[in-house]
């Protein structure tokens, strides 16, 4: 029975990665600054809904942005001038791309192109400095829907222009302008009736007196569901559908095209379910023929790439047969000139040499013949699972080293660099590389950077991994690359003691730790420096207990408690540039492991029987069995790779919590870490109860009722006698404690009394514990005076009123306090919006309701592109990365849109109260 492409989904689902993003400073003017100056500028733009493209830096020191504060002004709102027009940094972003290979390196100007979170691209921009770090520039919105494809134009000099294919059925051509990263959007093609899959684009350059080596037109070769393949032509700003290709009732798979500037011809291949490849090429009257087909391959054809050698064309194709075949086109001159017709090896004389059959196929252009013959060159076998990507080594300009060489990418986890025998010919296994192990099932995708002399594969669970050639001992060694969620974030945390390190908790299953990596004095890069928990369920909330505990919740019943082991600790503060006291960790266990199918982290202990654990190997090796994933210690000076993340960096469980009878929902933790309140969904009240927990015993000290449906979030104040809880009943319950461990309502409003007309989906508390903050999706945040609604002695009648309120454009959907105090009774807060923006404000107690001013208004390209679901700012003042640097604050964010950001607020120090 025939298969369909649309039920396998291998293109639908997302391939996370995380992009580090360094800055200083930003504004609508962005200015990029490489070690020794400004090397290139954007401008932030906001064109659309849902494409993020993001500008990503590999190898650079510094980047440096330059925001101007825009003073967005509400009705309620008077802007002051109390922050500079240099005050907001994004130092720290992560994000993910779709799992398949749809991507693609700039040849020229070092800019690498892929598919980023959801509805988002993303590129990596490469200069030759000495350190090696990446980190997103800027994000832009185009399209509607999720991103499938990206290519960039190829044959211009400058590669300035990229084509993105979406499942919005739509095909976008992006420019760059001359010294600039931001890409804008030049022209939307309208035809395809279903998901785009995979793009190609080509660069026509015309060689009259008035316009040597410029382009006169912009082929676009796009694939779709509709089983269609299309072909698009750009001239200046004008742009058509050339033509439409039907394949029934099959589909391309894959696409890539080719230009021959001597010849004036312009080919392209589609790799189909048909298991064959369909060559055409384009005619006198600008529409494209098909002039052969290349059959061979078994399975689906999933990658396609074409390059020259010498006077000839070669074309590598891979599919689902776990095979690579090398094609070659040669040209020839006499249309009646023989081909190798091929004959059996039975009938050839004994002087005779093998030759392969070749395959002859002619088209007219411009009034001449052209013939081409072609012949398989090689079967490359190697890979044990499918084979999803091939890339050809880009020849760069002006280097001696013009050696051919192939990159693959395969679901067995691993990629290949093949290269030809100098002598024979015979193509060979050069390096083989990958095999990350762990929980990740291959890589999607693999890609050269534009000098050859790194590689890069991502793979299923999103992250990056990256190798660099040392000419010096002629091997290839792993680089830091970003990582990061692959689905949308639910929840983040800053680490107790201090907030040196952020954790985030995922609907991809994981809990991920985020730091800055301190290479060099004030020289850092955040990255993923941990996993402590891979989980079988959706994570949707965490608690941070202590600086090296926390507690999260899933869609599951329970809670677990998770304590950092030894080995992590070290590493931590190696990396990090903390200080390592060992004597602290001589108790702990050295690491975690998660036995196969199982759901705990289970710790190990240095003094562990080591023949019981090579005995378990031994099992694990039986046929049929999934082999488990064990710890060994390591020490780490650098961020940890993929695999390391995967099998090295898990946290013990410390205990689990029993005692919701349905999915825990959400988590909040007494300072002191003692005390952790817990709620869980509900459709009604006998489920809403919020427990309390003694995190030494692990029990139930308290049950608290008060809300009639799902708590949405919970805080505890800073001195930890008030616990607040928000509903999706649209009311807010405020507790104080009566006894030890023991918890009361002191105060509440219920469905009719409530100000708010919507779900209340987030709350917090200033720094001084006299307001708390509630945000609902109503468009409204509300500060409410602690003394007020505790001594306001209410009726069912009476309405507790907030002291103030704040209208914004969208659903508020998150909300934070600054953990400072301001002259004049001054407080910060930030507020994330459905939208994906993200506001700061300021408002006046002293003054009279309503005095509230708008510092800062993030948009979607500054912030996220979708749902904003958490705040926090860190809890005290100073940058992570830097010593001695008390002059900012930092607000973490996540969303739906998979992403993570840190922003560096400068405070001017003469407005804080001392």
Known sequence: MKRQYFRSGHWWHFLPTQIIEMAEYFSWSITVFEQYGPTCSLDISDTGEFLNVVLQLWNILKVSYSLKAI???????????????????????????????????????????????????????????????????????????????????????????FVSGSADCTVNIWHIENKQIQPLPVASLHGHTGPVTCVSALNIRTYNETAIGQSIEVLVFSASVDSTVRVWSKVGNETKELQVLTFGEGFALSIASCHIPKLNVQMFACGCDDHKIHLF?????????????????????????????????????????????????????????????????????????????????????????????????????????????????????????????LLS?????????????????????????????????????????????????????????????????GTWHPEVTGGGHFAPVADLSWAGGGGDYILTVSVDQTTRLHAPW???????????VARPQVHGYDLKCLAVLGKYSFASGADEKLIRIFKAPKNFISNFCHICGHDFNKQDCDSLPEGANVP??????????????????????????????????????????????????????????????????????????????????????????????????????????????????????????????????????????????????????EASVNKKTSSHSRIIWSCAWTHDDKFFLTASRDKTMSVWSVDTVSQSQQSEESVLKPAASLTLPDAVTAVSAAPVAFKGERYMMATGLESGHVSIHLWSAGKESGSWSTLISLTQSEAHHKTVTRLAFRPQLGRLGYKDDKGYLQLASCGLDHAVRVYDLLIDDHLLEH
């Open 596 to 745: 196969a199918l199982g759901l705990s982290n289970k710790a190990v202990f240095i003094n562990d029987d080591d023949k019981n654990i090579e005995n378990e190997k031994e099992n694990d090796l039986r046929p049929g069995q999934y082999p488990e994933n064990y710890f060994t210690p390591t020490n780490l000076t650098v961020p940890p790779s993929e695999d390391q993340l995967l099998q090295n960096t898990l946290w013990p469980e410390e205990g689990k919590l029993y005692g919701h009878g349905y999915e825990i929902f959400s988590l909040a933790a007494h300072p002191d870490g003692k005390i952790l309140a817990s709620a869980c969904k509900a459709s009604k009240s006998d489920a809403a109860n919020i427990f309390l927990w003694d995190m030494e015993t692990k029990k139930i000290v308290g049950s608290l009722t008060g809300c009639s449906l799902t708590v949405t979030q919970m805080a505890f104040n800073h001195q930890g006698n008030c616990l607040l809880a928000v509903s999706r009943d649209r009311t807010w319950v405020l507790y104080r404690e009566s006894a030890p461990k023991q918890y009361s309502i």
């Open 518 to 528: 301190v290479y060099g004095e004030d020289q850092f890069m955040w990255c993923e």
């Open 281 to 405: 090429g384009r005619a006198d009257d600008g529409k494209f023929v098909k002039v052969i087909t290349l059959p061979g391959h078994e399975d689906w054809v999933r990658g396609l790439h074409f390059t020259t050698q010498a006077e000839d064309i070669l074309l590598a194709s891979c599919a689902q047969d776990h095979l690579i075949r090398v094609w070659r086109f040669v040209h020839k001159v006499d249309s009646d000139q023989d081909t190798h017709a091929g004959k059996p090896i039975s009938d050839m004389k004994y002087e005779e040499d093998i030759t392969v059959k070749e395959r002859l196929f002619k088209f007219e252009v411009h009034g001449n013949l052209i013939c081409f013959a072609v012949f398989l060159e090689s079967v490359l076998s190697g890979h044990e699972n499918w084979v999803y990507s091939v890339k050809w080594k880009p020849m760069e300009k002006g280097s001696s080293d013009q050696s051919i060489k």
């Open 71 to 161: 003073g967005q002004r509400h009705d309620t709102c008077k802007p002051v001038q109390f922050m500079s027009n240099e005050n907001i940094a994004i130092i720290q972003n992560s994000s993910a791309c779709w799992k398949t290979g749809r991507a693609s390196f700039c040849r020229y100007t070092k800019l690498y192109v892929h598919r980023g979170t959801n509805d988002t691209v993303s590129l990596k921009i490469q200069f030759q400095i000495s350190s090696s770090s990446c980190g997103i520039i800027s994000t832009s919105v185009g399209h509607t829907d999720r991103i499938n494809c990206v290519s960039w134009v190829q044959d211009r000099d400058d590669e300035t222009d």
């Open 409 to 473: 990418a395969s679901m067995d986890k691993t990629m290949i660099l093949w290269s030809p025998d100098p002598e024979s010919g015979i193509w060979t296994e050069e390096v083989r590389v990958g095999d990350v192990g762990g929980n990740s099932l291959g890589l999607y995708g693999g890609l050269f950077s534009p000098c050859g002399r790194s590689i890069i594969g991502h793979g299923y669970q999103g992250a990056f991994n990256q190798w660099k050639y040392n000419s010096s001992s």
